[in-house]
């Protein structure tokens, strides 16, 4: 019901910057809340940031202060940028669209396929 397309993951050293890229296509409904999760080595995939369509944002407590997220809603993207990262920001990125407005949402939406991140001297 969604195609979503990621790009911009790959290797930085630590204290760099990366931005991430999430474009929604082929989309049969009206996309709500899109957003970034991560998945680290041996742990859930864990929310990074979320945004719907009228701007209003939700990060996890690790991240603020240090990334942003964005998005583009005549064309369905979402963009994270990511400042300062350290080595614990290493994780697959995963781009989710929901129906849901609400960024607090309990609802699991759908997936990309994932991006590699990796944050190393």
């Known amino acids: 019901q969604v195609q979503l397309v990621e790009s911009g993951g790959g290797l930085v050293q630590p204290g760099g910057s990366l931005r991430l890229s999430c474009a929604a296509s082929?989309?049969?409904?009206?996309?709500?809340?899109m957003g970034w999760y991560r998945q680290l080595p041996g742990k859930q995939r864990a929310l990074v940031a979320t945004?719907?369509?009228?701007?209003?944002?939700n990060y996890a407590d690790s991240v603020k202060g240090r990334f942003t997220i964005s998005r583009d809603n005549g064309v369905n993207t979402v963009y994270l940028q990511m400042n300062t990262l350290g080595p614990e920001d290493t994780a697959v990125y995963y781009c989710?669209?929901?129906?849901?407005?609400?960024?607090?949402?309990?609802?699991?939406?759908?997936w990309g396929q994932g991006t590699q991140v990796t944050v190393s001297s």
């Open positions: 989710n669209a929901k129906r849901s407005f609400i960024v607090t949402t309990g609802e699991a939406g759908y």
């Open positions: 945004i719907n369509p009228g701007g209003v944002t």
């Open positions: 082929r989309t049969t409904f009206r996309v709500g809340v």
